[in-house]
């Protein structure tokens, strides 16, 4: 082969496509996944995800991920109601029968709120740092609000202008905002009376193990960190470190690892805070635990073996 020749065909061949690398179908569930934030939560901030990175690391190997916006601050039922509408929708534009909850935080009980009164629609409900049998930390904040008061009043409006504003920052529709209704959805008392009306999934009792497949039909799983300092670099391990305070046990610095229980417990104790669950802040986690990524990557293909 001439000179000419080699250097024509090395021409063409960096001409061609570069082809993606084919989708392993590691995280291809049969239903879509539907991320469901928690308290102050939003799908996208300034241009800022609050799941950071996770649906791009579902997707990439064949997962439909789709995250909804209920309000971001309100009570569990009304959100619940708000995510009933958008599973409506979302089964509408794929023609599929179920979809797959993950829930944040608060978008835990939602999440189970959903699949309670639609259980039809729900293949399963995975709660991460989910507020599943209330947070001292809300309950801390409740004895210092006396109901009624004007301090909560003030407070409360303060805090319901706060959840507008990240509504209007994140392009979505206007949802009610209650962020007093939100305060007593979490504490110990408002999550047992919840629990008493949507029990599936639930330990019989605090830091046990519930089903992995309730008399519903839907399936439940649940995950929570338990370090509330993890990165020197996170500006937000110092609040949550103080958050922390107030528990007197294992948590995440708003949710203790045994409030976090639901359904089966995949594990109550990663190197992580509340924060880190859904891999913010930027990213910025631990260094010497598994990335919040990969563990949503190994749910979705747990829930994929499950035929869900």
Request: hydrophobic letters at 40%; one cysteine or more.
């Amino acid at each position: 082969m001439s000179l000419k020749s080699l250097f024509l065909g090395l021409a063409l061949l960096c001409a061609l496509p570069v082809q993606p690398a084919a989708a392993s179908g590691y995280t291809q569930t049969k239903y879509p996944i539907v991320l469901v934030h928690g308290l102050f939560g939003f799908d996208s901030l300034a241009g800022v995800d609050y799941w950071y990175g996770i649906p791009q690391a579902l997707s990439q190997d064949g997962a439909t991920v789709y995250v909804v916006n209920v309000s971001a601050a309100n009570s569990t039922e009304v959100r619940g109601e708000q995510l009933l509408v958008q599973i409506d929708n979302i089964l509408a534009l794929t023609g599929a029968k179920k979809v797959n909850l993950i829930g944040h935080s608060h978008g835990g009980p939602t999440a189970r709120y959903a699949a309670s009164i639609s259980p039809g629609k729900v293949a399963s409900v995975t709660s991460v740092g989910g507020v599943n049998w209330g947070s001292r930390f809300a309950d801390a904040l409740r004895g210092t609000i006396a109901p009624g008061s004007v301090s909560e009043s003030v407070i409360g409006a303060a805090a319901n202008a706060f959840s507008s504003i990240i509504e209007f920052l994140s392009g979505t529709p206007a949802d009610p905002q209650d962020s007093v209704a939100a305060l007593n959805a979490l504490t110990t008392a408002g999550s047992l009376a919840f629990n008493a009306s949507y029990p599936e999934g639930m330990p019989s009792q605090y830091c046990g193990q519930g089903q992995m497949q309730a008399a519903n039909g839907v399936y439940y799983f649940s995950w929570s960190g338990a370090s509330p300092l993890t990165n020197v670099l996170d500006v937000t391990d110092a609040a949550l470190g103080l958050t922390s305070l107030v528990f007197g046990e294992s948590n995440d610095g708003l949710v203790s690892s045994c409030s976090s229980h639901l359904g089966k417990v995949i594990r109550d104790d990663y190197a992580m805070n509340h924060l880190d669950e859904v891999n913010q802040t930027f990213g910025l986690v631990s260094l010497f635990e598994t990335n919040p990524k990969t563990l949503y990557r190994n749910q979705a293909n747990r829930l994929k073996n499950l035929g869900l």
